[in-house]
């Protein structure tokens, strides 16, 4: 397989400008998504005019931006401000405040009045029944389940993933995306569930390449580094 047979989208996660304008001209990705935090590590500190050079680099992609108020009527605030910012933009609204009050309601208000949401911070089936049960039938969002989260506490996510994309179905417009990857075979595990959507980091994107390579090939390249590495050391014994 290559990324060319890939039926999933791939959608590039960060908040790098720089990073993003070379991920849309390498043709592989099919959107963005950032974060606050992504935002902090890039010592960013004027968010909408991140935001406004980030749509530019999106070259009319979709790009995802986040609130980042914690009380649900500020959240609308902002949701509905940064809807404003352009045709390709979808407004992040976690799942919940920090203090584990549901943003269903809110999600239901944003998407009735035609914002097009990116659902984050899901991590069970009962959130994403509760999230499509929310969502206007007519108007696009995505749920975004973070599965590589879900792995990291020991659990298989994929029979959760693969009951999420069943239940997503009732909403034709809602699309499913696979969070926080960790690794280029989640790429192919996603896609394997049925999600539409799988966010990649820079790396995991580079390695996007190696999909479908020879093991042989690899093999040999391997052996190969180790040679190399050695030598540049001048190792002797």
């Known amino acids: ?3 060319q ?6 959608f590039a996660d960060g908040a790098d400008v720089r990073e993003m304008t070379a991920a ?10 950032t974060n606050p935090t992504l935002m902090r590590k890039c010592g960013i500190d004027d968010y909408e005019s991140f935001a406004r ?8 992609l979709p790009i995802s931006f986040e609130v980042f108020a914690d009380e649900h009527d500020e959240m609308e605030r902002q949701a509905r401000l ?22 269903v309601p809110l999600i239901g208000r944003l998407s009735a009045a035609g914002v097009k949401l990116n659902i ?3 991590l069970t089936v009962q959130q994403v029944r509760e999230v499509v049960d929310a969502l206007d039938p ?12 879900i792995a990291d506490t020991g659990r298989d996510p994929m029979p959760i993933m693969r009951e999420c994309a069943a239940i997503a179905k009732a909403r034709p417009k809602a699309e499913l995306l696979w969070a926080s990857p960790r690794e280029l075979l989640n790429v192919l595990q996603a896609e394997e569930c049925g999600c539409h959507i799988i966010t990649v980091t820079p790396d995991i994107l580079k390695k996007t390449a190696m999909i479908g390579r020879s093991l042989e090939e690899l ?19």
């Open 53 to 60: 050079s980030a749509l530019v680099a999106a070259g009319g």
């Open 24 to 33: 849309r001209e390498s043709g592989l990705v099919k959107g963005f998504t």
């Open 219 to 237: 093999s040999l390249d391997t052996v190969k580094m180790f040679y190399n590495d050695a030598s540049a050391a001048g190792y002797k014994l």
């Open 120 to 122: 984050t911070a899901i």
């Open 138 to 149: 007519g108007v696009p969002a995505v749920i975004s389940v973070f599965a590589g989260r």
């Open 5 to 10: 047979k890939l039926k999933i989208d791939l």
């Open 1 to 3: 397989m290559t990324t």
């Open 82 to 103: 940064i809807a404003g910012w352009g045709e390709a933009v979808y407004v992040k609204i976690p799942i919940t405040n920090t203090r584990g009050v549901s943003s």
